[in-house]
């Protein structure tokens, strides 16, 4: 396995020297160590053996941010596109071995619970899904359709699953990570996909006619009380302006 190149990291502009020097150090390691990286993730037991794919989870290869809830709450940000990159081969890389029939993209808001959705089909459906391929990541910028088209030109069945929490239930679920792990989300991120995450699946499905795709809408983080859902219309929370307007309001109320 070839080195991922240190320019196809992108760079974020910190204002901050320790954010600079933590995000250069990881770009450097991840360049030079890109196989090890790889092969630490396919062990993670959370990974499933490389079959589920996750920035996040990716993020546990470094040992600082592994190992250091402080260290996870400071630079979080630092160690993503790193993160991000090395997911991106690591998908590639499982779409191109494997004899999977299935690809399941799994997006929603943060703090909509993807990964516990995901760790839990796991234990539950443990061999329908030894024939599929789990990504969980972002449906709102258009590097999902190079995803999707990846998954279909190497002879995988492409499905997206969608997870719909109130944006309240959103939040509490970010406040609550953040307390547990250190993990925390902009409110311009946070309100960005959840705005915007009706028009992102409303686009691939016009793009993509035979897509395949299932909504969980959720008031609660009980499993029983998810309610599924092919009508896209349940995503649609508004304009930017207005999901901003519903954060400030919640987010006092849960101070």
Not at 66 to 86: D, G, M, T, W
Request: charged residues 30%; proline residues 2%.
């Amino acid at each position: 396995m070839e080195n991922i190149k240190i320019e196809n990291i992108w760079k974020r502009n910190f204002e901050d020297s320790k954010m600079l020097e933590v995000e250069e150090r990881t770009r450097k390691y991840t360049c030079s160590n890109t196989e090890e990286c790889i092969n630490k993730y396919n062990n993670l037991e959370q990974s499933r053996n490389g079959n589920y794919i996750s920035s996040d989870l990716m993020k546990l290869v470094f040992d600082e941010y592994a190992n250091n809830i402080e260290y996870r709450k400071k630079y979080n940000l630092a160690v993503a596109n790193s993160a991000a990159c090395l997911a991106n081969l690591a998908y590639r890389t499982k779409i191109k071995e494997s004899d999977a029939d299935y690809c399941i993209f799994v997006a929603g808001p943060y703090g909509s619970g993807k990964s516990f959705l995901i760790q839990s089909l796991y234990e539950e459906k443990k061999e329908e899904l030894k024939n599929c391929i789990m990504y969980e990541g972002s449906i709102t910028t258009k590097t999902i359709d190079e995803k999707i088209d990846f998954a279909i030109k190497s002879g995988k069945i492409p499905c997206i699953i969608v997870l719909n929490p109130t944006l309240e239930l959103s939040m509490q679920n970010i406040k609550d990570r953040v307390k547990r792990i250190g993990r925390d989300v902009r409110k311009e991120d946070c309100v960005y996909v959840y705005a915007n995450i009706y028009g992102a699946l409303k686009r691939l499905t016009e793009k993509y006619s035979n897509l395949s795709y299932t909504i969980y809408n959720k008031t609660s983080n009980i499993p029983s009380n998810l309610e599924t859902s092919h009508n896209i219309e349940d995503l649609n929370h508004g304009s930017y302006e207005e999901v901003a307007e519903q954060y400030d309001t919640i987010i006092s109320s849960l101070k």
